[in-house]
T-cell receptor, first 114, second 116 residues
Framework: KNQVEQSPQSLIILEGKNCTLQ??????????LRWYKQDTGRGPVSLTI?????NTKSNGRYTATLDADTKQSSLHITASQLSDSASYIC?????????????FGAGTRLFVKA | NAGVTQTPKFQVLKTGQSMTLQCAQD?????MYWYRQDPGMGLRLIYY???????DKGEVPNGYNVSRLNKREFSLRLESAAPSQTSVYFC???????????????FGPGTRLTVL
């Protein structure tokens, strides 16, 4: 069964600290993995996209890694800011005979405190 | 460019009432999607439209209908609302370049629906 599991469910950190969010997936055949940021009351916004051949991708203070062998990804946030408080969603896409299938993780809720 | 817009932002319905959620995009994307987001769960696909004139069921289509009015607009209709349809609904659009390429979806701000 295609699944995307994220951990932790929620996380509280102090402003300025780093943190790492995890994503494990069983989706196959793998096409790409994306991380989205979702602010409260808003729609998700894409942070990074990685295909099978990419094992790291950065977007400012956000760095995503992908290990396609172990089917794991992480999102590292450096020098956190209050505006980083949001849900971070891991999304994995598969492509097969039936076309694209996109599976969303439940997200990690990050709280950054002053 | 406004991106993806949705109306209304909030709605309260009584069980059995009907309503239509509207979605429009100005990015000239071919594909549009409707999702629902429930607490503790990932977004789940209700219906999608790969291109103008086509619609297909997603993971949770029961109780919903859709219309791809034109390339810009994709509406979601609840014919007889039920409390289980209380959720936040997101519309998204994307431009599928090739079958093996990226499929980044751009999301609207969501509609928060409560069915009493």
């Amino acid at each position: 069964k295609n699944q995307v599991e994220q951990s932790p469910q929620s996380l509280i950190i102090l402003e300025g600290k780093n943190c790492t969010l995890q994503c494990n997936y069983t989706v196959s055949p793998f096409s790409n993995l994306r991380w989205y940021k979702q602010d409260t009351g808003r729609g998700p916004v894409s942070l990074t996209i990685m295909t099978f051949s990419e094992n790291t991708k950065s977007n400012g203070r956000y760095t995503a890694t992908l290990d396609a062998d172990t089917k794991q990804s992480s999102l590292h946030i450096t020098a956190s800011q209050l505006s980083d408080s949001a849900s971070y969603i891991c999304v994995v896409s598969a492509i097969g005979a039936g076309g694209f299938k996109t599976i969303f993780g439940a997200g990690t809720r990050l709280f950054v405190k002053a | 460019n406004a991106g993806v817009t949705q109306t209304p932002k909030f709605q309260v319905l009584k069980t059995g009432q009907s309503m239509t959620l509207q979605c429009a995009q100005d990015m000239n994307h071919n594909s549009m999607y409707w999702y629902r987001q429930d607490p503790g769960m990932g977004l789940r696909l209700i219906y999608y439209s790969a291109s103008e004139g086509t619609t297909d069921k997603g993971e949770v289509p029961n109780g919903y209908n859709v219309s791809r009015l034109n390339k810009r607009e994709f509406s979601l209709r609840l014919e007889s609302a039920a409390p289980s349809q209380t959720s936040v609904y997101f519309c998204a659009s994307s431009e599928i370049r090739t079958l093996s390429s990226y499929n980044e979806q751009f999301f609207g701000p969501g509609t928060r629906l409560t069915v009493l």
